[in-house]
């Protein structure tokens, strides 16, 4: 599948923003702790959901759509393997791993697949699980777990892991006794994992700090109903695409207090962004220009995800911009594909200068992953002439409908 892209409209229009894919995976994972039926309103239709929703019912549990909700009723849960093919699939699928090991006891899976941005190692998921006492075995790429009594304790983290943070989180609902995660991920989309944990009845505090505490569930858990965070990285991605393009879009269910770092970026290249309670209003009339250097880090700090997108539009703009990718080894694999839209990018280790370049033109260019396949989007609708966008499975692995929203907005976008 691709898309084809006639550039050099402008956005305009107003667009209600996905459930974030961040938050709805390990929360897929964590149904699993509540043997009961919960339902996962705004659940955002995408690959890596489906994917999730094939582990589940893998496992036994029934799963089925009504509208934008999706419902998972674990109760009917009968086994705790996750076969390879499944396992390849996504990256967050071993966020499983905590939720199976907390309700069966035991575990057998393989590594992850996902993007390819760079080593992507599990050690800490790994260690954070032993700590609470289950007994991995690594054997030619599977894992066996065994945990018959986990046992709450002190985890530390070395790395504010995402993944890490979510699969201690969710082991140590099943661990007997109180958790203490340090060096936890602060992300949003860990609120949101609290959230719904708390609804199902199971208590855990301090998400969104570096602290979160767990006290094992000695009453069973139950089922909930859940809405499910607005996506931040989506709401980014739109921001930067009408900072590429010009225009004004307007966001629902985008709260700026989460995306602050790129707003900041995107207010000094020059756009004017307004926000209300649950929305942000971009508009861009003048010319980008270079900002000081974009550094990614951990949540607060500028999203790794969302450094592409804003690449993609800084290509254009005045001067030029330095990013320092600090998360992921090898994220700069969408720099190519831009370069043959015209942008002027050298790329040494971590760090890429964008030297901005007054006009882009349409190309024809393959996505590499999926936030680097989203900066194509955003830099072909700036761009004179049309652009082919082939390989967009890996778009569709995080965005619900791209084209629609981007059509929505005014864009001329087709997906064939
Ligand atoms: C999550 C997000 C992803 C985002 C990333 C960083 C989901 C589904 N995905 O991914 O979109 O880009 O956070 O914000 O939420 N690391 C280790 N050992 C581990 C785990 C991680 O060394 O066991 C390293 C990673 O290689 C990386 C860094 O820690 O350099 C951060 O990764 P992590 O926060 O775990 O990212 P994910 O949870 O995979």
Redesign the pocket.
């Known amino acids: 599948m691709s898309l084809m892209i006639e550039g050099g409209r402008r956005l305009s229009g107003d667009l209600t923003v996905q459930g974030a894919?961040?938050?709805v995976?390990?929360i897929l994972a964590a149904c699993i702790l509540s043997g009961d039926v919960c339902v996962l309103q705004r659940c955002p239709h995408l690959e890596?959901v489906d994917t999730s929703i094939d582990i589940l019912r893998h496992l036994g549990c029934a799963v089925r759509w009504n509208g934008p909700d999706l419902e998972v009723d674990s109760s009917t849960l009968t086994r705790w393997d996750i076969p390879d093919r499944l396992m390849r699939r996504?990256?967050?699928s071993?966020?499983f791993l905590g939720a199976i090991l907390a309700r069966c006891g035991q575990a057998e899976l393989s590594y992850p697949g996902?993007c390819a941005?760079?080593?992507?190692?599990?050690?800490?998921?790994?260690?954070a699980l032993r700590t609470l006492g289950a007994c991995i075995r690594e054997e030619g790429g599977s894992l066996n777990c065994t945990a018959p009594g986990l046992t709450g304790a002190e985890i530390v983290l070395?790395?504010?892991?995402?993944?890490?943070?979510?699969n201690a989180m969710l082991a140590a609902i099943g661990a007997k006794g109180v958790t203490t995660i340090s060096n936890a991920?602060r992300?949003p989309?860990i609120v949101d994992l609290q959230a719904f944990l708390q609804k199902l009845g199971a208590s855990v505090h301090g998400a969104g700090t570096s602290t979160v505490v767990v006290e094992g569930a000695e009453q069973p858990l139950h089922g909930c109903c859940h809405r499910i965070l607005g996506d931040r990285?989506a709401a980014a991605t739109y921001l930067c695409g009408a900072a590429s393009a010009g225009g004004e879009v307007f966001l629902r269910d985008a709260r700026e207090e989460h995306l602050s770092a790129v707003t900041a970026v995107l207010r000094e290249a020059g756009c004017d962004v307004q926000s209300g309670a649950e929305s942000i209003r971009l508009r861009r009339d003048g010319p980008l220009q270079g900002v000081r250097p974009v550094r990614t880090a951990?949540?607060p700090g500028f999203?790794?995800?969302a450094q592409a997108p804003l690449m993609a539009a800084l290509t254009r703009g005045k001067g030029c911009t330095v990013f320092v990718e600090n998360?992921?080894?090898s994220r700069y694999r969408h720099v190519d594909e831009l370069s043959r839209m015209g942008a002027d990018i050298r790329v040494e280790g971590r760090v890429a200068v964008v030297y901005g370049v007054p006009r882009l033109h349409g190309a024809q260019v393959r996505a590499t992953d999926?936030?680097g396949g989203a900066a194509l989007c955003a830099a072909a609708l700036a761009a004179e002439g049309q652009s082919v966008i082939a390989e967009i499975h890996h778009i569709e692995r995080?965005y619900e409908h791209l084209d629609e929203s981007l059509r929505q907005l005014g864009a001329n976008i087709t997906r064939s």
């Open positions: 894919k961040n938050s995976l390990p890596d996504m990256r967050s071993v966020v996902g941005i760079g080593a992507r190692p599990i050690d800490l998921h790994l260690s070395s790395i504010p892991s995402v993944g890490a943070t979510e991920a992300e989309e990285i951990p949540y999203p790794t995800d998360i992921f080894e999926l936030r995080g």
